[in-house]
């Protein structure tokens, strides 16, 4: 295959892999923006949705399709509700306090993984597709003849990859209106200016905490159910989606919407060209440089408000 047709499959490869990332970085941007607090279990939130997305499916078993659309809304539900939990019954007594929240999602980072090893097991299981037509991908060239179009063998991608890219916009497109157009969001966005005149005004500050933390663990599992026929549960896979969250974060801005998706469409389209021409380790070792960058010369990131 010539240079441009394999340039462009890796493209594609690496926006599947950036609507992934997009949705599982703004759910760690959400918890910190509005909670103020660093949710390093946020990976273990993404792993429970992928292993959860494969419970699912076994159980109910038959045509893939069915369990594959239980699972995309049982899982995200089922991470949320534990998050929310976990807020109740964790970081509400230690008060949120930066310092002492961090320890304490460390260490429910740890509870998660091992509670899933041991129910769940080491092996890596894979979830089927609910359809997977290969697509056959056109090309051009310019000839004596003038523009022409061809099909080059081996450029293709699968129709559930370009479901995943789909359903990443669709999801952030969505989660934009919630946020800019409904109470919740106006809620949202209050107690993220100023909890405690928010909590003066009447507004719940610790459900809200409580809702935010699900709906950033929902978001993550989220993506895992869409990554998971691509890839294969397993108890260990949160921790490179956790590292190229924060790297995220950090480079668009923390809290930033905007700054999130553009640096996770950076990220991911990067990681994944990156990956395919050299090595998955040249790729992180990029992004990690440009993260550096980044807090020298732009601390509040690419999107984030200057500090007063």
């Known amino acids: 295959m010539e240079f441009g047709p394999h340039l462009m499959l890796a493209m594609l490869e690496g926006l599947v892999q950036a609507s992934v990332l997009t949705l599982t970085a703004l759910g760690l941007s959400l918890v910190f923006g509005v909670m103020r607090v660093v949710n390093v279990a946020h990976g273990e939130f993404f792993m429970l949705g992928a292993v959860l997305a494969w419970w699912v499916t076994t159980m109910l078993g038959g045509n893939p399709a069915i369990g594959f659309v239980v699972a995309l809304v049982v899982a995200p539900l089922l991470v949320g509700l534990m998050a929310a939990a976990a807020d109740w019954l964790v970081l509400r007594r230690v008060e949120y306090d930066p310092e002492r929240t961090i320890v304490a999602t460390i260490g429910l980072l740890y509870i998660i993984q091992q509670v899933t090893l041991m129910t769940y097991g080491p092996d890596a299981h894979p979830v089927t597709p609910p359809f997977n037509t290969r697509l056959a991908l056109p090309w051009y060239e310019f000839t004596d003849q003038g523009f022409q179009v061809y099909w ?50 009447g507004i719940p500050v610790e459900r809200v905490f409580a809702l935010v933390f699900g709906m950033g663990a929902a978001l993550a599992a989220l993506g895992a159910v869409l990554v998971v026929p691509i890839q294969q549960a397993h108890y260990l896979m949160g921790g490179d989606p956790l590292l190229l969250s924060f790297i995220v974060v950090i480079i668009g801005g923390l809290g930033s919407f905007r700054g999130t998706v553009v640096a996770a469409v950076l990220i991911g389209m990067s990681d994944g060209v990156i990956s395919v021409f050299f090595t998955p380790t040249l790729a992180k070792m990029l992004a990690t440089l440009l993260v550096a960058m980044v807090l020298v010369y732009r601390p509040q990131g690419l999107f984030g408000a200057k500090p007063a």
């Open 152 to 201: 080059p063998w081996g450029l293709s991608i699968t129709s559930y990859k370009l479901f995943v890219i789909a359903a990443a916009i669709v999801t952030c497109l969505g989660l934009w209106l919630l946020m800019a157009r409904s109470k919740i969001g106006l809620i949202l966005r209050a107690t993220q200016l100023d909890s405690e005149t928010a909590q003066a005004f």
